[in-house]
Each structure stands twice: as C-alpha cells, then as structure tokens.
C-alpha cells in the first residue's frame, strides 16, 4: 500500500523558513514526479510545486516563485521543499502527493496518493 508522509511544520515568524519533507513508501520512488499542494481554511486546493522523476524539471505555482525550492533524492526516497521569506498568506495545510495520474502538473486530479498533510502556519 502507498504511504506519504510529510513532515516539517510549525510556526513560524514573518520572514522565516521551514523545511517540508515527504517520505513515500509502498512505490518505487524513482519511477514518479512529486508535488506539493497547501489548502488554507475555506479555499480551494493550491498548487506549490512539482518535480520530475530525475529532479531534471520543477515547476512553482506564482505565488512561490523565488521563494520556495523543491527538491528530491531517490536514493533517500524523500521529496523536500524548503519555503523561505514565509508569509501569512502561506499558511495552511501542506500536501505531498505522487503523479500517478494523466493530466497537467498543476491539476491535483494527476495526483494519484496523497499524504495525511501538514499544519505551516505564518504569524505576522
């Protein structure tokens, strides 16, 4: 059975950072793209960010550009995203996910497996 687990958040200060981090397990790590998704209270699903199976292509939703960094290594079986220069805006739920599905990078319906999330919050 596929799990993802997500770790790494908190609270944390304007300005700040965190480190998500994501294990699968149940999958062949290597052979999937990854992403991550956040849902704040009373809004939709957000695409954050996404990486190909080699780390060879990333991909950022607008509002985390130049600030946020995805990154993976197969040989750990981990997917990671580092987050700096945080906001209020940034907090909500975060969620690893693997792409398993057809269809764009950005769409969660290409994600097939979903991790539990986890709780960033930005005080300002």
């Known amino acids: 059975q596929v799990q993802l687990v997500e770790s790494g958040g908190g609270l944390v200060q304007t300005g700040g950072s965190l480190r998500l981090s994501c294990t699968p397990s149940?999958?062949?790590?290597?052979?999937?793209?990854m992403g991550w998704f956040r849902q704040a209270p009373g809004k939709e699903r957000e695409f954050v960010a996404s990486?190909?199976?080699?780390?060879?292509?990333?991909s950022y939703g607008d509002s985390v550009k130049g600030r946020f960094t995805i990154s993976r290594d197969n040989a750990k079986n981990t997917v990671w995203l580092q987050m700096n220069s945080l906001k209020p805006e940034d907090t909500a739920v975060y969620y690893c996910?693997?792409?398993?599905?057809?269809?764009?990078?950005?769409?969660?319906?290409?994600?097939?497996?979903w991790g539990q999330g986890t709780q960033v919050t930005v005080s300002s």
């Open positions: 996910a693997r792409r398993g599905n057809s269809g764009s990078y950005y769409s969660a319906g290409a994600y097939d497996y």
């Open positions: 149940g999958t062949i790590f290597s052979n999937w793209a």
């Open positions: 990486i190909d199976r080699s780390s060879g292509l990333t």
